[in-house]
């Protein structure tokens, strides 16, 4: 069987409908993948994300390589074990956050030298190490260490960077080749806003034996334009067998925009830590569960939506228990807006199937944005 | 159908077990009510609870009243419409609160003045005020209004202060007996820590026409001994054919020690606060999670309990969570330790019914004490 394989090819659009062939249990594509950062996908229990259908989720090599480190992950028996989650994991490599720190990471040809926020303890990642620890926390799809670099027009820069990625991607090739063992792993493309760097680097994962394609880099500060111009560009080098995986982006907009360009995969913090500062999703746009206006407003966050909170909790409830900071606030609209963006993605793949998805698209875009 | 039927007397002690025919479901006794003070158990969804098999909580009057206000609460058809629980509801008056003020509440004869501490306006609750409010919440058992005090060993203070209670109670009667409708009616006895005065209260409250006794201005501060001295001296004078109700109550020794003198229902913001400061009731005392010796431990918060938490997630992973400032930490651990407590109950039922509660008691408190 192979790893991924094209269900359904839209004909109004690029978007696509899909299977990944994980470890755990096969999953559908499109797919968002809920962010559990630190082993937990913030608010929630595993049994609540069961619930609601999800069956991939994304874990971080660089928090849990901090914090409890990986040593007890492996004595639990890997990530799965750890977390008590069932079903399949993705793991990031920690590129992006490593580079996120600053002053106090140094890039090397050879890895990235960073020191804890924790305890200021120093650490090096290399390419080698990273797909090494990623294999002993029994990640079903590892993401090899990349470079992520500012939003910058800066070319040389920009090529440096774009390189260095190409070198450690080859480096990590041979790491999985000698470890083995089950678990896929994913190139990043990168190459910054500079197109012909984005070919280059398009084109150089594409050839490498990777199982999937995530383009990183994106969605760090530009305009919405830019990224999905830049995004389309790139769709057009990577190898379109493979699944290809969009990190960082989930913004109910651009989820759809990048379906719509061919993307199948897609991860983002914002569904989890909007709900958490009070909004939700719903089909005409974000509420603030703070406005004073749904007090005593006793509809649900959002008409059309079927997830535990909407079935069982108002607006003026949940507004209640956000106004009196209790956490079930936290936990009643973070189950929302995680199963809005999967009831979203099922709604577009039935648009890819029935081949309406451009249609789909501008019609949820115009409801989005015009209430 | 009688409100409160005795069902076992213990014959080695003065515990009993007995049904309390409530609006929404039949509640058996001993029970312990989960705190929702602000219309939510924190951190917990109706439906965790429902699956500890939790038929009674308790909301506060008071914080309902100043957020988000009773009119609200009323428009979505009461307090159980309002935040979604299906089974019972036990509403505090607020007299606790209310005391708790300090510099920005002030008692009269007629009730009690207070600021808000959300936005300074002036506000005053009478006896007939909150048996009003009660039934407009829809309470399933309402408390009347009364004055706590400090503990002190003023004859005098405690002796005004319980006489005014009195007065508001039977205040409190000729409201209800007003307003009609459902909903069980407790007095509270309070009396301080003057024997003479407590009698006085017990016997009063005893005789006027309440469905259930509480038991009120314990634990405020005083030693184990003198609430257990004080709490055997109220037992002998309250009508011991209704329910009795220590208020604020809930310490695994205490409660066992407040069945074995006799007492039905209890309530206590303790297990989950104790729950978001990383602490588990174990049958061994409590653990706190934070301890370095859990950092790989992989068994469960305790080895005795099938509570959700227990059956899903270790105690090297709670740790963890709690060491991220994971919400879900303060939601696991206030699983276990409400379900610690109803499974502690559970127990504590069975020795009644098997007439050995005496032994249960110390050998409980044995094990918890000496670990």
Chains 1, 2 share one sequence.
Not at 257 to 280: H, K, W, Y
Request: proline share 3%; aromatic share 10%; glycine share 10%.
């Amino acid at each position: 069987m192979s790893f991924f394989k094209v269900i359904n090819k839209d004909k109004t659009s690029n978007a696509r409908t899909g299977l990944l062939s994980l470890g755990k249990m096969s999953v559908d594509t499109p797919v968002f993948m809920p962010v559990g950062t630190k082993a937990t996908v913030k608010a929630l229990t595993a049994h609540q994300l069961y619930d609601m259908g999800c069956k991939l989720i994304l874990g971080n090599l660089y928090h849990l390589y901090l914090q409890p480190g990986i040593d007890i992950i492996k004595k639990a028996g890997g990530l799965h074990g750890f977390m008590n989650w069932k079903y399949n994991i993705l793991t990031d490599s920690g590129g992006f956050q490593v580079f996120s720190l600053g002053d106090i990471r140094k890039v090397r040809d050879e890895g990235v030298e960073f020191k804890s926020v924790i305890d200021g303890s120093r650490h090096f990642f290399t390419p080698k190490k990273v797909i090494e620890m990623q294999s002993e926390l029994g990640s079903d799809i590892m993401m090899v260490l990349d470079e992520c670099i500012p939003f910058t027009d800066d070319h040389r820069y920009t090529s440096e960077a774009a390189k260095r990625t190409l070198d450690w991607a080859q480096e990590s090739v041979k790491a999985k080749r000698r470890i083995g063992g089950p678990g896929a792993m994913f190139g990043i493309v990168q190459g910054g806003f500079i197109k012909q760097v984005r070919r280059f680097s398009a084109c150089s994962i594409s050839e490498m034996d990777f199982d999937g394609i995530a383009i990183g880099g994106l969605s760090v500060g530009e305009d919405r334009d830019m990224t999905m111009d830049i995004l389309a560009y790139t769709m057009e080098h990577i190898d379109r067998k493979k699944p290809s995986y969009f990190m960082g982006l989930g913004d109910p907009i651009g989820l759809i925009e990048a379906i719509g360009a061919g993307v199948d995969m897609f991860d983002c913090v914002l569904p989890t830590r909007i709900s958490r500062n009070g909004s939700a999703y719903t089909d005409y746009g974000k509420i603030n569960i703070k406005n004073n206006r749904y007090r005593d407003d006793l509809g649900p966050l959002s008409q059309e939506c079927s997830c535990y909170t909407c079935n069982n909790y108002s607006r003026a409830y949940i507004r209640h228990l956000y106004k009196s900071r209790e956490i079930l606030s936290s936990i009643l609209l973070s189950i929302h807006n995680v199963y809005f963006l999967f009831g979203l993605i099922r709604k577009a793949k039935n648009a890819i199937r029935a081949n309406r998805f451009a249609g789909f698209q501008s019609g949820f875009i115009n409801n989005y944005t015009n209430h």
